[in-house]
């Protein structure tokens, strides 16, 4: 049979298109010499040079816009445009209108390293971003060894603000956050014994935010029956799901990316499961809702961020967001970013109230930038925040929210429970 | 866990492999070249079909808002999409394989370049639908239950979709390839396409078969996969299409049967890999694969490679 259906070619697999090892080494030291020279032509340091005030007061921004993270990158550029709009329509920095670039970093680490050295180079003051854990252990050691001052508006994982002290974030940690849905899946439903827990080996932020989760779990006597193992760009689960039903689990807990989550609730529904789900900050945004559609209804998620919290600050932000998105709720991710670009902000017009920022050179501002982000305190969307003297964000109000469904399954909510 | 839930597992997980690997090696078979844009066809088959059963565009791309004026219903639109793919791989053919080939240049150059058409793909993609996820509507199978129990065994009713389909289109190829006129022509092209040539085949012709076959592939695997896990951005196909590259590679580059063996293998092996060593599935794949090749370099049903002197 092979031989009928057979459609070989002969190949020629040839040694041309390989390169003598002479000629890659001559090929190399031209470069090395080209990089040496350029590096030779240069100024003076653009470090010791005043900040450049000429198009705003620099400052950038580096999300995920493009592959299997782009919906958080998505909601975060909504947040910042928005807050870019609110403080530029306040007067900016003293007067000085803040200039903010985004960049894209695709959803992978070599995309995120190389936007951090973009915007670095650029001159700005302070970057926002990257937006996955993941991202933020290989590029925020770039900028802390450029010392630019970055603020996390989506990292969660254990470890960040421990990367170095020009390492700041607004995002709470998953060990604060992610207990107390598990409590409250174990209020709901005090019958719960069982519990399955699924989550990427290969993100940051899913292995540390899992750790967290089934010591959760385990503190409440209820060590998992299972824990599966996925990978980031995993989307069929069948595999990992029918083996943890197996174990008749009447709960399970997922710390998964947004796309990869919103998958494995619809296939775990599929394939028949029927008890109670917890999902991690990963999937805390409305975009899961065309993934899992209809099967997102009645997973419980906690959040470090409520629309209902009653405060100026997110009456402002929810005036802007509703004007701007037809009523929509905002999601986390929108309000944190909005948050860092506030932070930055109002630091910044601290700093530039006690000497102008045109007195200081890069390097300078630079620095006095980062101590000033940690000496604050701040009135946010998410509440009133401050930081430890590692950057840690301290943040007074979480919430545990389900989502509900309307009954077409096509858009729903984060309903907070009281 | 049952033997039976195991072998369903693998076969439907192979199952896509092979149905991706099938469209590789007709190019293959041909060209002698591995089409590096495969997998932006197969994106774009997802797409194609999503838009035909009345999905809309999202936010985040230049064609924002839009919806087709009409929704087909998903066996329609599926072998409809498949077409447009058909359509655009023969696109590719002409812009990023023909000139290479009319100068003879080296068959690396016609993967690179392809490799660059795909990146365009991609690209466009985005730039027109935006780089968010789309999942084609729960439901959209009809009354069809969402999944199946057999022998005790559960899958999802679209995997075993996906499984018959898969089988299927190897069939009807295989038929086709045996049985008619231009199939045989084509066979004869894949051993020589000069000697075809001179035999009154038009190689060309049958070149353009081959890429017009393997994009309705693509573009019907594409479908498949958006219905069964959802969009998840213009990038989607990528991690389909290294994995369909190993199946390639492992079936015998040029094998019909090959590609879909080569599937059905490495899914079987992704799906017999224990619940707890389940985030290495990959690893445990792609040491398979490297074991075979070890024992049996031209893969399962490959001929041993001509060497030239």
Same mark, same amino acid.
């Given at each position: 049979m092979t031989g009928i259906f057979r459609l070989q070619r002969r190949t020629e697999l040839s040694a041309r298109t390989g390169l003598g090892g002479r000629r890659l080494s001559a090929l190399s030291l031209a470069l090395l010499g080209s990089a040496l020279a350029l590096g030779g032509c240069g100024g003076p340091d653009p470090e010791q040079l005043p900040v450049n005030l000429s198009q705003g007061v620099p400052l950038g921004a580096v999300l995920?816009? !493009?592959?299997?993270a782009n919906v958080y990158g998505q909601d975060q550029n909504t947040g910042l445009s928005l807050a870019l709009a609110e403080l530029n329509g306040k007067g900016g920095i003293n007067g000085k209108p803040l200039a903010l670039k985004i960049e894209d970093s695709g959803s992978d680490e070599p995309g995120a390293n190389a936007a951090f050295t973009l915007q670095i180079n650029r001159g700005v003051l302070a970057l926002i971003g990257p937006t996955l854990s993941q991202q933020a252990f290989s590029a925020d050691p770039i900028a802390q060894r450029r010392r630019v001052p970055v603020v996390a508006p989506s990292n969660t994982a254990t470890g960040i603000p421990e990367i170095g002290h020009f390492i700041s974030r607004v995002s709470a940690q998953s060990s604060v956050i992610a207990p107390l849905s598990i409590a409250r899946a174990l209020q709901l439903n005090p019958g719960i014994r069982r519990a399955a827990v699924f989550y990427a080996q290969d993100d940051a932020y899913s292995s540390a935010e899992t750790t967290i989760f089934q010591q959760a779990l385990t503190a409440k006597g209820l060590k998992p029956v299972t824990v599966q193992r996925t990978q980031l760009n995993d989307q069929d689960f069948q595999t990992q799901i029918t083996a943890a039903l197996q174990q008749k689990p009447d709960l399970v807990v997922l710390s998964l990316q947004a796309v990869d989550g919103g998958n494995m609730i619809r296939q775990l529904r599929e394939l028949g499961y029927k008890g109670a789900i917890v999902v991690g900050n990963g999937m805390n945004t409305p975009n899961i809702y065309p993934i899992c559609q209809k099967y997102c209804d009645g997973i419980l998620i906690a959040q470090a961020? !409520?629309?209902e919290l009653k405060s100026p600050a997110n009456s402002a932000f929810l005036r802007r967001f509703q004007a701007s998105q037809g009523g929509a709720i905002p999601p986390q991710l929108t309000a944190q970013a909005w948050t860092a670009l506030q932070v930055l902000a109002e630091a910044l017009q601290r700093l530039d109230r006690r000497q102008s920022l045109q007195q200081r050179n890069l390097a300078e501002a630079r620095q006095a930038l980062m101590a000033e982000i940690l000496s604050g305190t701040y009135q946010t969307p998410l509440g009133e925040i401050r930081f430890t003297p590692e950057g840690e964000v301290i943040q007074k109000n979480f919430f545990v929210a389900q989502v509900r469904m309307d009954p077409s399954g096509k858009s729903g909510r984060f309903a907070l429970l009281p | 866990m049952d033997l039976i839930q195991l072998l369903l597992n693998g076969l439907s997980l192979g199952a896509v492999y092979a149905l991706f690997a099938l469209g590789y090696t007709l190019v293959f078979s041909v060209l002698g070249v591995i089409n590096f844009s495969h997998g932006a066809v197969f994106t774009l088959g997802a797409y194609f079909t999503y838009l035909l059963i009345g999905g809309q565009a999202g936010a985040n791309g230049l064609l924002a808002g839009l919806q087709l004026p009409f929704a087909l219903p998903f066996a329609l639109a599926l072998p409809l999409a498949g077409l447009a793919s058909a359509l655009v791989a023969l696109l590719i053919e002409r812009v990023a394989f023909r000139p290479l080939r009319r100068r003879g240049a080296d068959s690396l150059l016609a993967l690179i370049s392809s490799l660059g058409a795909g990146v365009i793909l991609v690209n466009l993609i985005q730039l027109l639908m935006g780089a968010e996820s789309y999942a084609i509507p729960i *439901?959209? +199978? *009809?009354? +069809?239950?969402a999944a199946l129990s057999l022998g005790g065994a559960q899958v999802r009713t679209v995997q075993v979709l996906l499984l018959a389909i898969s089988v299927l289109l190897l069939v009807v190829l295989s038929v086709w390839l045996e049985g008619s006129r231009s199939g045989k022509a084509l066979q004869a092209v894949s051993e020589d396409p000069v000697t075809a040539q001179l035999l009154g085949i038009d190689s060309d012709a049958m070149i353009r078969l081959a890429f017009g076959i393997s994009g309705f592939l693509a573009g019907v695997s594409g479908g498949l996969v958006g219905l069964s896990v959802s969009i998840a951005g213009p990038y989607f196909g990528i991690s389909y299409g290294l994995k369909a590259l190993g199946v390639l590679v492992l079936g015998g580059l040029g094998s019909v049967p090959g590609a879909m063996l080569g599937g059905l293998i490495i899914g079987l092996a992704e799906a017999f890999v224990p619940a707890a060593w389940s985030g290495w599935k990959d690893a445990v794949a792609y040491g398979f694969l490297f074991l075979i090749l070890v024992l049996r370099p031209q893969g399962l049903l490959g001929k041993p490679q001509a060497t030239k002197v």
């Open positions: 995920a816009m !493009s592959g299997n961020y !409520s629309p | *439901g959209t +199978l *009809g009354a +069809l239950p």
